[in-house]
Each structure stands twice: as C-alpha cells, then as structure tokens.
C-alpha cells in the first residue's frame, strides 16, 4: 500500500441503493471506534490538546498506511470503493475483533473472507470441553490446513498423530501422507487421501500467497511425491459426510467409521469432525481399541 491509495467513486451504486443506505452507519462505526482507541494502545505518544477522543483521523489513516483523505471520506460515508486489503489494515490499526471486523466488511459492501489475517491455533475450553464429553466417539477440531488444534483421548486412540518433524505443530495430513502403508491407521489410501488434498484446496482459494500455506504445500510436496501428484491435479472438495476405514495391530478387523464436520461459530475457517461406528463390528472393535490403548480402565 505504501500510503498511497487511490480515491475512485462507485459509479454504479443507485441514490437510495443498499450500498447508499449503509454509509451513514459506516462512518458512525468508525468513529465510534476511532474513539476507543488511544495513543497509547498504538504506541504513539498521548501529546498535549487532545480534544479528540482516541485517535485522530490522521493518525489512522498513518498507521493503517493509507490516505488521509481517502479515510476521511470513508469516515464520512462517501462512496469510495475499499479494498479487502485496506480495510484489513484500517481494521487493524482500530484494533476490532473477529465479529466487529465482519460487521466493518458488510457496512463497506465487500465480501468477507474469514481467516484473511491468521489462522486459529488454539481453541477455547469450551470447545475442547464439547469434544472431550463426545468420548469415547473420536472427535477433534481442524483448521482449513488440517492441523490439529484440540483432540479428545478417543480420536488419539484411532489416530495418534505426531507433530510435524522440527516443530509442535500437529497436522493431519503430514501425517498420513508421509507416514510408511504399514503405520497408516487409515485403509484405502488411494481412495482416502485423494479426498483429503481436494478438500484442502477448497480452503487454500482463500489464502493463495499466504507464506504459513505455501510454506506448507511446498514442503509436504517434497516430503510426499504422491501429495505432489494430487496438488498438480487442481480437484476441489469441500469437507463432508464419509465413511472411513481404519486398521490398527492393537485388533483384528476393520473399523468402520462415519466422519461428520461441523462449524464452529467465532472460529473462522475451523470444524469439529466427530467420528461414529458404521456398524455394530466396528462398535466393538473400536471398544478393545480403547481398552488395549488405554488399559483395563477403560473398559465401559
């Protein structure tokens, strides 16, 4: 952005239109959060005369690296156009929350993109309450790149899965993709994995150049030729209802698995995925997994 920012007019939004009809409540948004915010929370000094409160108008479009007159028409419920990348900065600099951020993109009239910025890493403990009252039924919360944020004890009985070499981080499909056919939990990899690399390009439309992403599809594509091969192949899948089949040492047989993925308001761009028996053999087997892995204990 480099601070500069061209002003251009919305040519086609009609007097009396939804886009008109939201600008005066835009500008009320920002002032009002204009004024919440002090010096001091962006490191500036408070200075003397200040009969503004919070920020001035100058002082925003400084730190959020754009014009000041283009702010201030902005703040003034003009028709300019916003740029997803400019009100990321403004709603940076005004420091607002996931929801106010939203409420900022739909009173501009852009669309909204959740997880621009970052993504989750951690979950709070209400939702890692809900997924430990869902055991002994497998059950954990992945963000779009499949790692791993929260787990209950049944989902690490039929996974396990480690953390990524050289870091803490724990991801699913690192896991599965470059784990040896022999330690695989998961049956039908040629069926499997393929859905699972079309489901994460289905979230990274919406991160394209983000270094944490390339980063990542970059090297699990060294790590595993066969990840390589289905990312060349462009397919897209968003996450859904499927059956999945695991194998352990710790029993005999197959379990049979149905995976559901729910959303999770206040969690941009994460999921719970709960995992129930497909029958009543893989019920049971997944019992003696749980007692085997766990020891007598956890015999229900």
Request: glycine share 8%; proline share 9%.
């Amino acid at each position: 952005m480099g601070g500069v920012t061209t002003v251009t007019t919305q040519q086609h939004t009609r007097r009396g239109g939804p886009a008109t009809g939201r600008r005066p409540e835009l500008a009320a948004f920002l002032r009002s959060r204009r004024a919440r915010v002090t010096p001091a929370d962006v490191g500036m000094a408070p200075g003397l005369r200040r009969r503004t409160p919070g920020l001035r108008r100058e002082e925003v479009a400084q730190l959020s690296g754009v014009g000041v007159t283009w702010y201030t028409w902005l703040e003034q419920g003009r028709p300019i156009n916003a740029s997803p990348q400019v009100l990321d900065a403004v709603a940076r600099t005004l420091r607002l929350d996931p929801p106010e951020r939203e409420h900022l993109y739909e009173l501009a009239g852009v669309a909204f993109l959740p997880g621009r910025e970052s993504d989750i890493v951690e979950v709070g403990e209400e939702i890692q309450g809900i997924i430990d009252a869902l055991d002994p039924l497998p059950a954990v919360v992945y963000n779009a790149r499949y790692d791993v944020l929260a787990t209950n004890p049944g989902y690490r009985d039929l996974f396990g899965i480690p953390p990524m070499k050289g870091t803490r981080v724990r991801n699913a499909l690192w896991s599965l993709f470059t784990a040896p056919e022999d330690d695989c939990p998961v049956v039908h990899r040629s069926q499997e994995l393929p859905l699972m690399a079309a489901t994460l390009r289905s979230g990274y439309g919406r991160h394209v150049g983000e270094p944490a992403w390339e980063t990542f599809i970059e090297a699990l594509s060294e790590a595993s030729p066969y990840f390589a091969q289905l990312w060349r192949s462009g397919d897209v899948l968003p996450p859904g209802r499927r059956v999945k089949v695991f194998r352990h040492r710790a029993v005999t047989g197959e379990i049979r698995m149905t995976s559901v993925s729910l959303t999770v308001n206040g969690l941009p761009e994460c999921r719970i995925v709960t995992y129930t028996p497909a029958d009543e053999e893989s019920r049971r087997l997944l019992a003696v997994l749980r007692t085997r892995r766990r020891g007598p204990a956890a015999r229900p």
